[in-house]
Every structure is written in C-alpha cells, then in structure tokens.
C-alpha cells in the first residue's frame, strides 16, 4: 500500500515511510493511495475474534508490502497487554437504543493510549531496523503527554520529552506523566501557559539543524499510523451489535477530528456506518461549519473537557480531500484560503455531500453537566465530561433528524476514566469516581520533572544533553 499526500506535491511514501515522516513535506497529509475493502463474509467472520485478532485483520492491508507488516502481531500483543479489561473495549448498553463504548482500559485511562501504545512500538521497531534514533518532543495541557510518555517510556531508539505549563494541568495529569521512571523519558515543567509550551516546541520544529541532529519527531494526531488503529473498535463494536446484516452510527467526543476520521475509514472499508456524529463542547467550529457551510476556527475556549478545546482540527483536511473526490488542486486552494484569510469555504455541493454521512453538535458546560447528573441519577454510572459531551449530542441528533423510531443502535465513544476528572464529575453527582487501582498505584510513586524557565535556548540546550540523538549515541538493538 502506498500513502498519498493531500496536497499531492510530497513523494508517495510506504507505510513505514508515513509513520516517521508524520506531516508530509508539502504540509499536506498521508492518505492511502486506495481504501481496503472487506466483504460482508470477512466483516462478519470478526464476530466472536479477540481484539488483537481483529486488530490485525484490520490493519494488515494497510501494511501490505511493508517491512512493518512482520512487526504486527507482536506489537498488537505488547501494546495491549497492559490493557485492564479482557475485551480491550467493552461495549455497554445504557438504554435500548444507546451504547458506549468504553476506550478507557489502558494505561493512562483514556482513548489515547489505544493507537498511541501501537505507534511508538511500530516506530521503534522500524527505527532499529534502519538503525536509527528518534526523540519524540510534544506540548501537553493534560492527556496526550501522559499517553505518549507512558507509550515511549522504555523504548529502545527513542526518547520522549514532554514539556507542560507549570501549575497549570490537574495533579493526576501531572503524576500520570512525572512518575514514569525510564531513562528516555523527560518531563519539562516550563514556567509559562500552554501557548508558551506549544511556541517553543514549534520553534524547536522550525530549527531545522537542531531539528535534523535530534531526529526530531511529533505525536499528535496526523499520523496516519494513529488513525488505523483507531478504526479497529468501530470494527469489534458493529459487528458486536449485528453488522454486516444491521448498520450502526457513531457518535465521537471530536478535537482534532482523528477519532471520527477513523469510523469514517471504517466505513469506506466496507462496514456498514449510517451516521457519525461530531460532538464538541463550545469549541464548535465543525458544527458551525454543517450550518454555515464556512469553517471558521476562532479562538479557544478553556471547558471541562479539555482534550476537546480545540477550534482547528488537524485531521479535517483528510475529510476536505475526500470529500472533493481526492482532487489536490481543490484541497491546496481550500487550505491557502484558511490560511491566508482563517476562513474556509465549501461549496454547496460539498457541503450536501458532507452532511449526508456526517452531524455536527456543540454542548455547552451546563448541558454537560446535566447530562453527567442525568445519566448517573437514571444508570448510576459516572460520565467523564468528554463523554457527557457526545451523549448530549446524540441525543441532539436523535431529536433532529425525528429518528424516535429508528432501529439502528447508536454507539458513543466514551475517551476517558470518570476518575480522571474529579472534581467536574463530584460537581454534577455529588460523587467522587473511585479511582482504578492502576491509577492509585501510579500516583503514589516519586515524581521525576525539570522545572525550566520559558526560554528557547535553555529548553534547547535541555534536550540536546539529554536525548541520546542528541549525544550521538548508537542504537543498541
Ligand atoms: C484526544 C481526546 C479526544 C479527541 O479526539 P480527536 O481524535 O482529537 O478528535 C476526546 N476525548 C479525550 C478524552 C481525548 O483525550
């Protein structure tokens, strides 16, 4: 399989030639050259699989031909191995027409860790093969650092430096990321906001020789390697409730639209998705745009869930190039005018074609706190605000389209541990989520920062020292 970039102007590259290089050359993103499909006899033959056996049916395609393809199984056992439910993503019905699907068993207690634990290993694994070394560098208010650290830690060619605002993130996202004890794995407590963080590790980036020595690398969500292993819950989820025989729809607590981008490549590989729904909190610029027919990202506002405060959602340009038939010239000229002007403009042909698969709602803080009381007064269970957000919205969806009677099941995404915020959900129930035990172990342990002024130079000089890319150091395989 080949991977195409959406702005057509960067060298098609393998599989394992995506996962290094992230972004594309021409600023575009990887996309494969052709969408796998799967008969309805292969979709149903998943029924009654594990996890990591449908995993690997559903990823292998994608690998075809690629060196990487003899690293699958294995890396699918390891990075799953340290999941603390037998199913990996459980499926549970809360009322006769809804479901969630819980992606919160891994390490950190959210949907992350499910393609972050397969991607360091697959870019380890290919690293030491090229006998190459990496160091991972990223900017976190919260649940991303903690996924990434706790996927990186221990790794062979690899390092992971983690920079977070001082003060600034909860103390569970704080000690899930400072008490991880490997070697490679350096967390820095800058003294400024997020946007400093984020400032400095895109100066870092736009350093191409420090860039260069240090091989450097991101881990947000435009791999394309993410993604894919992504779409295997919509699998084990639809087929759990009757697909390929019975269509199923998706709603998807959405920031960076990379989750939702996965039950959409579902979809086009054959299982049979009717609607996927978008939630967002009051960060609406998608709901905005399935109303205006303009995306128009404006400026962030901070909510109670906050992996979700995110207005320009890396991953959409994925859906813009396919929903103009994978024509490059339309995909560039709509993102110059996004860039050149911060609005985008569809047509209304494409915007037709967008809403027939696709809605798009926004919760605000209070919906979402009643919807946290709500279903915990009728099921007594506890919601993470991420969650609350989609439940909300597929209750909206529900009431526009008048689907009242509509048989199909609706699965929502649930992304994260109720224990990992506290305080919102005791706020809403009254209750504190009882932590898992895996949580209370980690956050008794000792924990390992720097804190480091936000100073370029000095953050610079931090990473150089303390990364084996940056001491010149051979991979030890
Ligand atoms: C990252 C994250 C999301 C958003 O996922 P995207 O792929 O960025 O759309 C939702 N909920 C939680 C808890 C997350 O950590």
Not at 78 to 101: N, R, S
Not at 472 to 477: I, L, P, T
Request: glycine share 8%; charged share 25%.
């Amino acid at each position: 399989m080949k991977y195409v970039s959406t702005r057509g102007e960067a060298p098609s590259l393998s599989f394992e030639g995506a996962l290094l290089a992230g972004l594309a050359r021409d600023g575009g993103l990887y996309m494969p050259e052709t969408w796998p499909h799967f008969s309805e006899k292969e979709i149903a033959g998943l029924a009654g699989l594990d996890y990591i056996d449908v995993a690997e049916r559903v990823i292998r395609p994608f690998l075809e031909d690629d060196p990487c393809l003899d690293d699958l199984r294995e890396v699918l056992e390891e990075a799953y191995a340290g999941f603390d439910h037998p199913a990996v993503t459980p499926l549970k019905q809360i009322t006769p027409k809804l479901w969630i699907l819980e992606l919160f068993h891994g390490p950190t207690l959210a949907f992350k860790d499910l393609a972050m634990q397969v991607v360091a290993r697959l870019m380890d694994r290919a690293l030491i093969r090229k006998g190459g070394r990496a160091t991972v560098l990223g900017a976190t208010s919260g649940d991303t650092g903690a996924a990434a650290i706790d996927a990186f830690r221990g790794r062979k060619a690899i390092d992971v430096v983690i920079l977070h605002p001082k003060g600034r993130v909860t103390e569970i996202q704080r000690r899930q990321m400072t008490t991880v004890d490997d070697p490679n794995v350096h967390n820095i407590a800058l003294e400024g906001t997020f946007d400093d963080c984020q400032a400095i590790v895109k100066a870092l980036f736009n350093d191409l020789p420090l860039r260069d020595r240090l091989h450097l690398t991101g881990v947000n969500s435009i791999n394309w390697a993410r993604i894919v292993a992504q779409t295997v819950y919509y699998f084990t989820s639809a087929v759990a409730l009757g697909a390929p025989w019975r269509p199923v729809s998706y709603t998807v607590p959405t920031g960076n639209f990379g989750d939702i981008f996965a039950g959409y490549v579902a979809q086009q590989m054959g299982l049979p998705i009717q609607r996927l729904v978008i939630a967002t909190n009051a960060n609406d610029s998608l709901p905005r745009a399935f109303a205006t027919g303009i995306y128009e990202p404006k400026t962030v506002i901070a909510t109670s869930s906050p992996s979700m405060d995110i207005q320009l959602a890396s991953n959409f340009e994925r859906l813009m190039f396919e929903l103009v038939d994978r024509n490059v010239g339309r995909v560039k000229e709509l993102m110059t005018e996004l860039q050149d002007t911060g609005k985008l403009t569809m047509t209304p042909d494409e915007l037709t074609k967008l809403k027939e698969v696709f809605g798009a709602y926004s919760i605000s803080e209070e919906e979402t706190q009643e919807t946290i009381a709500r279903v915990y007064r009728k099921t007594g269970v506890l919601t993470d605000p991420h969650t609350a957000v989609a439940i909300g919205s597929a209750l909206d969806e529900r009431r526009a389209l008048d689907q009242g009677n509509t048989t199909t099941p609706m699965v929502i995404l649930s992304t994260a541990d109720a224990a990992k915020f506290p305080e919102t959900v005791e706020r809403a129930t009254g209750r504190v989520p009882e932590q898992p035990q895996r949580l209370k172990d980690r956050l008794g342990e000792t924990e390992r920062c720097t804190s480091l002024p936000a100073d370029y130079q000095t953050v610079a000089d931090f990473i150089s020292k303390h990364s084996r890319a940056g001491q010149g150091e051979e991979v030890d395989a």
